[in-house]
């Protein structure tokens, strides 16, 4: 059931209207505190969705939702759950994507 929900909802997190991306991200920044380590079977596809192009975005609010994003991941979920994801999103990465998450990963 729940990764029925996140495959719905990820696609909100690469939505070409800027306004649909942005409160997609608001969204999972709220709904991370509340599910935790519930995410661990949905962790692996969410990831890459929030990050792909979102901590890229020239758009200061997607931007910023992402990074909150990210924030509430390392501090909600268990470290262990998050190293193997952003790692393998780091690598692919480039300019400030991969200078934030490389940061996160420090």
Request: net charge neutral; hydrophobic share 45%; aromatic share 4%.
């Amino acid at each position: 059931m729940c990764s029925q929900i996140f495959d719905a909802f990820k696609a909100r997190l690469h939505d070409s209207n800027s306004k649909v991306n942005q409160v997609a991200l608001e969204t999972m920044h709220k709904m991370i505190p509340l599910l935790k380590d519930d995410l661990s079977p949905v962790i692996n596809m969410l990831i890459p969705a929030m990050v792909d192009n979102n901590l890229n975005s020239k758009n200061p609010g997607i931007y910023a939702a992402a990074t909150n994003v990210i924030q509430a991941l390392c501090q909600h979920l268990d470290n262990s759950l998050l190293l193997q994801p952003f790692c393998t999103k780091a690598q692919f990465l480039n300019g400030k994507a991969k200078q934030d998450l490389t940061e996160k990963l420090a």
